[in-house]
């Protein structure tokens, strides 16, 4: 296992509801970066934190928004859920997010389903 | 056109069946290359690196040509348990390191 833990497993909302995504990093690493993967299709990247900063974004609205913690532990928020929010998340956690080399090691996921 | 692309598949193999994955890659700024396993409903894992003088692990051979912007996969002997989704990953040099997957090629090994 990675060490990388995401909670809940899965989550069940209705449209327009807001919900918020947990992850913790594996020990000693201090970057975590957020994946949307729709079925049928590969994980896209939302954005990553490093050392509490946001990173770096992807092609994402401003309704995706996180946070990261002094321990690293991250979470996702997503407002005003729409149906193609429906999807698995996946959090990866690194060393030194700016390093093209460092393995990403994902947690579980968290699988949406909004109604 | 997609950053990465990827045949989805399946490929359906016997059991000891030798099967080739390809992948290309729209920007030639694409910096590190990876193939990534996801079994059914669980989170992708790191299979290996790729690199330009090629790498191999076990049965499975990885090879980047990057004049081609191509990247491929060889795995040999297939065992019932190689069937997943192989996920082709590129990372840019964007200061931060951003995966960027292809939608995965599924291999299916049968008896």
């Known amino acids: 296992e990675t060490g990388v833990t995401q909670s809940p497993t899965h989550l069940i909302k209705t449209r327009g509801q807001q919900v918020t995504l947990r992850c913790s990093s594996q020990?000693?690493?201090?970057?975590v970066s957020w994946y949307q993967q729709a079925l049928g299709q590969g994980p896209q990247f939302i954005f990553q934190?490093?050392?509490?900063?946001?990173?770096g974004r992807g092609n994402f609205p401003p309704r995706f928004s996180g946070l990261q913690f002094p321990n690293y532990s991250s979470e996702l928020n997503v407002n005003a859920l729409e149906l193609d929010d429906s999807a698995l998340y996946l959090c990866?956690?690194?060393?030194?997010?700016?390093?093209?080399?460092?393995?990403?090691?994902f947690g579980p996921g968290t699988r949406l389903t909004v109604l | 056109r997609k950053e990465v692309e990827q045949d989805p598949g399946p490929f359906n193999v016997p059991e000891g069946a030798t099967v080739a994955f390809n992948c290309t890659y729209s920007?030639?700024?694409?910096?590190?290359f990876f193939w990534y396993r996801q079994d059914c409903r669980k989170e992708p894992k790191l299979l290996m690196s790729?690199?330009?003088s090629g790498n191999e692990d076990g049965r499975f051979t990885a090879q980047l040509n990057r004049a081609s912007q191509y990247i491929s996969l060889l795995i040999r002997d297939s065992k019932l348990s190689d069937s997943a989704t192989y996920l082709c990953?590129?990372?840019?040099?964007?200061?931060?390191?951003?995966?960027?997957f292809g939608t995965g090629t599924r291999l299916l090994v049968s008896p």
């Open positions: 990866a956690s690194s060393l030194e997010g700016g390093l093209p080399y460092n393995e990403q090691f």
């Open positions: 020990s000693g690493h201090n970057t």
């Open positions: 934190y490093y050392r509490e900063e946001e990173n």
């Open positions: 920007n030639s700024a694409s910096q590190s």
């Open positions: 790729v690199y330009s």
């Open positions: 990953v590129v990372t840019l040099n964007t200061g931060f390191q951003k995966l960027v």
